[in-house]
């Protein structure tokens, strides 16, 4: 078979923060489904990877529901619902799209959904009966099909804490004389008409459940499930309330009295609790959905069914993701969102395992304002910007690193080598403040005990050291995720007058550039600092506008900057007379309004790797080639034009990046990000032509489930330093690159380079 040109290797996403957005697929090995933005993810727990994504919907996913078999094979179809007042109805075949169908009628945004398969008569096929509900306070049903006639169990929660637990039963027509006498339970009865045959019910309270300690927000029933051939009905019920935690419910043996069985939660963290729960097609496993949309999974132990673990499952950020950057080793990525927190994901090399799965290794900033930009001075030092005047730069701790080389299999001694000897151990955020604090071995080991708390605390002191190291072999769970992952700020810079927009750092990592968002050419000016000092070197001042991205050029000659304003500026570095003194730059090149050629916002640039070419997408759809750029040439003024034709690409385009590697005809490769959330791969060259003709080539182009389905902010490919991933007896070469978006996703693509 011939492997694809473009594949997509790894999806980190997190449900949306609603109740409903999560249903686990009954049937042997069940999928879990769950809405990310406007999109539905299926997720294989047991390997734990995403296996595919539905993409139909325009608007945030409210609602999911596996539709669940009678005869315990795994679910083929599921039903949605979204913001875009639509129910979808979606078939799969081998976990992959088959059909999906769009019913439009509600006229507000679909809150809840669900569907059963019904029998008409005996032999007759199963028809689907779909429920619906909606803002616009109606309830629609998408199909009208017949009922079966046995007791039912329906469980409500509420605000109140409660559970109740109710029995709807077909009540006999006969009418039986009964002694007053008999305490009977108080039932509500009504009557149904269909075709002329009155059916009448009765609903009665079989229990009320207490034992939540804020409001439950969800209960879901065990699904039936086959063990050796037969046909299990467990009654059991789990509930996942606010006050952190899950309870399984069932009925005692002897008495029937429903009775608490298990109880499994989150411990600190500054959180809120959670949304929605599930069980797995035989109850083994469980998962809880939180506030801050992370799920949490537990395993039942098969030696022990009291006793139930906490499990790996994805995760990833809960709203838009506005930058991300690979380590300078190619081995991990950092992302930050306008969810506040910057998120580091790492490979997880199992010994003996072929299979590499990628988590979320560290948490490094949760912030209190929406982060926008980040870039990474060596392999384990970033600087991240966020929607306030300062920027803020991190190192790595200690226990990050030995958790980093443990989780990936690389060599502690090898990667601690270029690192400072006096590394602290972890970092915490102290009360009422905004900077992760440093915390060393000494702060560690001076926590008191609790009895020593006990004894000698007058209720006054109060010890703020949350971190506690550990040395994990596997990616950690959420709520270590939130309180033992921190990485310690090292230093805050300060020169902006408004909101940090973007930043770059040259490829000696000597060099920070910073600019700020601006409606005047003074606060437009962009900022170099030294990554030593961390003084300011200079003030760059000519764009009008907030300039929206900015890009050394490989060679450190250049810097690029590219402006809401419609033009870019490209400033050239001056020989300095010793190296010990800052590099200055000056105005090389530009664009004004005569010469652009964008119309519309530039959003992106990016640089060949031979430092000749630069490349800009704007909101104009197009992508233009400029140079050549010869540093070389001393002269003052100079007027560098488009070197290419220029490139359509069909949609608003908000990010652009260049391969570090060019293909085997020697032709660029460019990823484009578009709006609208596809990525497009086309490769260039110059064919000194006058105009240049065919110079671009559209190689490939992401399918709907491999799309983003929001705008994309940026595209990142990873530096091979020489070397590319080998598989396979045929050679196949392949390059990866990561790509971010509003849809609140990353992912991590791979290119066959021999197919370009």
């Known amino acids: 078979m011939v492997a694809p040109v473009l594949q997509t290797s790894h999806v980190f996403c997190c449900p949306n923060r609603v109740r409903g957005a999560l249903s686990w697929s009954s049937g042997p090995g069940g999928l879990l489904a769950f809405g990310t933005s406007c999109s539905v993810v299926l997720y294989d727990p047991r390997k734990r990877v995403v296996v595919t994504n539905l993409n139909g919907h325009t608007a945030r996913v409210n609602c999911i529901q596996w539709i669940c078999k009678q005869d315990g094979f795994p679910s083929t179809e599921l039903v949605s619902g979204g913001s875009d007042n639509q129910v979808i109805h979606w078939e799969t075949e ?42 616009d306070s109606t309830v629609r049903v998408w199909s009208k099909k017949g009922s079966e006639g046995r007791d039912l169990f329906l469980a409500s929660c509420s605000q109140d804490c409660l559970i109740r637990i109710w029995r709807l039963y077909i009540k006999s027509t006969s009418l039986e004389t009964q002694d007053d006498d008999t305490i009977r339970l108080k039932e509500n009865t009504f009557i149904v008409e269909n075709e002329s045959i009155k059916i009448a019910f009765a609903v009665t309270l079989e229990t009320v459940l207490a034992g939540h300690e804020n409001w439950v927000n969800a209960v879901h029933w065990q699904p039936s499930f086959y063990r050796d051939g037969v046909l299990q009905r467990p009654m059991r019920l789990l509930s996942a309330s606010m006050d952190k935690t899950m309870i399984l419910w069932a009925p005692d043996e002897e008495s029937g009295v429903w009775l608490e069985q298990v109880r499994v939660g989150e411990v600190g963290g500054n959180t809120l609790g959670f949304y929605d729960c599930q069980f797995n097609e035989d109850g083994s496993m469980i998962i809880a959905h939180a506030f801050h949309g992370a799920l949490h999974l537990w395993k039942q132990n098969a030696a022990n069914p009291r006793e139930w673990t906490p499990e790996i499952v994805i995760s990833g950020h809960f709203d ?13 990525i950092i992302t930050v969102g306008t969810d506040q ?3 580091l994901f790492a490979p997880w090399k199992i010994k003996d395992q072929s299979q590499v799965t990628w988590h979320e290794i560290a948490r490094p900033q949760i912030h209190g304002y929406d982060l926008k930009c980040l870039v990474m001075i060596n392999r384990f030092q970033f600087v991240s910007g966020a929607d306030e005047k300062v920027l803020r730069v991190f190192s790595a701790p200690r226990n990050f690193v030995e958790n980093f080389c443990a989780i990936t299999g690389q060599s502690l001694n090898h990667v601690l080598c270029n690192q400072d000897s006096d590394l602290p151990e972890g970092a915490t955020v102290p009360a009422l403040g905004l900077s992760n604090k440093a915390v060393f071995q ?29 040395i994990l072999t596997e990616p950690p769970t959420e709520d270590h995720l939130l309180q033992n992952t921190l990485w310690p700020e090292v230093q805050k810079l300060y020169g902006h007058g408004y909101e940090i927009f973007c930043v770059a ?129 001393d002269s003052i003024e100079h007027s560098i ?31 484009v990000g578009l709006e609208c959330g596809k990525i497009c791969l086309y490769t260039w060259k110059k064919t000194d032509q006058v105009p240049e003709v065919n110079d671009w080539t559209h190689c490939v182009e992401t399918s709907q489930s491999q799309s983003h389905t929001l705008a994309i902010r940026k595209l990142c490919w990873k530096n091979c330093n020489g070397k590319t991933e080998q598989k396979g007896a045929e050679g196949t070469e392949w390059l990866h690159f990561a790509s971010c978006g509003e849809d609140h996703t990353v992912k991590i693509y791979r290119v066959n380079r021999c197919a370009l």
């Not at 838009?320 to 991990?332: A, C, H, K």
């Not at 050419?521 to 506008?545: G, M, R």
């Open 641 to 671: 034009g488009p070197c290419s034709s220029v490139l359509d690409v069909g949609g608003s385009v908000t990010a652009v990046s260049v391969c570090p590697v060019l293909n085997l005809s020697q032709r660029y490769i460019v990823a």
């Open 442 to 470: 000494g702060d560690i080991a001076s926590q008191p005990s609790d009895e020593e708390e006990l004894l000698t605390s007058t209720g006054l002191e109060h010890h703020q050291v949350a971190f506690q190291p550990s």
């Open 320 to 332: 838009g993701v506005q930058d991300l950057m690979w380590d300078p080793e190619g081995e991990f």
């Open 341 to 343: 927190t910057t998120r």
């Open 94 to 135: 081998n976990n992959q799209l088959l059909k999906a169908v769009h019913l439009h009628g509600h006229e507000g945004p679909v809150y809840a959904v669900h569907a059963v398969y019904q029998r008409r008569a005996p032999g007759v096929a199963l028809h689907t009966l779909i429920v619906s509900a909606a803002s």
């Open 505 to 633: 750092c040259n490829n000696s990592k000597t060099l920070l550039a910073s600019a700020c968002k601006a409606a005047k050419k003074e606060h437009a000016a962009i900022i170099l600092w030294n990554t030593t000092s961390w003084k300011q070197v200079q003030n760059l001042v000519f764009h009008s506008l907030t300039v929206t991205q900015m890009a050394f050029s490989p060679n450190d000659k250049f810097l690029l900057a590219v402006s809401r304003d419609r033009t870019w500026s490209l400033w050239k570095r001056q020989d300095t007379i010793s190296p010990e003194l800052d590099p200055i730059f000056s105005l090389f090149a530009f664009t004004n309004k005569i010469t652009a050629v964008h119309s519309r916002i530039i959003w992106s640039c990016d640089w060949s790797p031979d430092s000749k070419f630069f490349f800009t997408g704007s909101r104009d759809k197009k992508v233009v080639v400029w140079g050549e750029c010869d540093s070389s040439d």
